[in-house]
């Protein structure tokens, strides 16, 4: 048991809608990475946020966006969404002292676009 | 552009045999790289961490080795048991930046 949950655990949308996706970190836990993983695929980084601030971000489009609060929860969004957005959505939360190597992953959001 | 590789996809043994899996990447100039585990509704379990100064690490019946001049590493389990099924992909990080660059992932049985 990691402490870092999400939610939903599924969620289906049709294309051209918009989703958020949360997530939960424990305390003390002051960045969150998002990954997107497609079936069959490894994880996509997509963004991460420290101090409430973007610092680092993958290959994806404006249209993914993100919040994080200052207790420890965060969000991902995403607009006009499209078929190839349906994968699985990890956030990932790394306290200040185990440094950017040790991340603790949720269990993820599935999300089908349709 | 750092790609990471992993073969095979799937792998099925019988409990009790000793087995690798591999993991290659493209560009050697890696900081570290870490095997996890993905369990199915449970998330991603970090299993070893080689720094790039580093060979191997042992955690248990794991070891991981690393040689960045071939870009390979690999993940010995020991003596494996049907707990061990999962999903086990490697990750690479750069020099740069705390970007994670992943594996697809060896999906592995072990049959009781």
């Known amino acids: 048991e990691t402490g870092v949950t999400q939610s939903p655990t599924h969620l289906i949308k049709t294309r051209g809608q918009q989703v958020t996706l949360r997530c939960s970190s424990q305390?003390?836990?002051?960045?969150v990475s998002w990954y997107q993983q497609a079936l069959g695929q490894g994880p996509q980084f997509i963004f991460q946020y420290y101090r409430e601030e973007e610092n680092g971000r993958g290959n994806f489009p404006p249209r993914f966006s993100g919040l994080q609060f200052p207790n420890y929860s965060s969000e991902l969004n995403v607009n006009a969404l499209e078929l190839d957005d349906s994968a699985l959505y990890l956030c990932a939360s790394s306290p200040v002292a185990g440094g950017p190597d040790t991340q603790y992953f949720g269990p993820g959001t599935r999300l089908t676009v349709l | 552009k750092q790609e990471v590789t992993q073969i095979p996809a799937a792998l099925s043994v019988p409990e009790g045999e000793n087995l690798v899996l591999n993991c290659s990447f493209t560009d050697s100039a890696i900081y570290n790289l870490q095997w996890f585990r993905q369990d199915p509704g449970k998330g991603l379990t970090s299993l070893l961490l080689?720094?790039?100064s580093q060979r191997e690490q042992t955690s248990g019946r794991l070891n991981a080795s690393l040689d960045k001049s071939s870009g390979r590493s690999t993940l010995y389990i020991a003596a494996s048991q049907p707990g061990d099924s999962a999903t086990y992909l490697c990750?690479?990080?750069?020099?740069?930046?705390?970007?994670?660059?992943w594996g697809a992932g060896t999906k592995l049985i072990i049959k009781p």
């Open positions: 305390s003390g836990h002051n960045t």
């Open positions: 990750a690479v990080r750069a020099d740069s930046n705390y970007q994670l660059i």
């Open positions: 080689i720094q790039s």
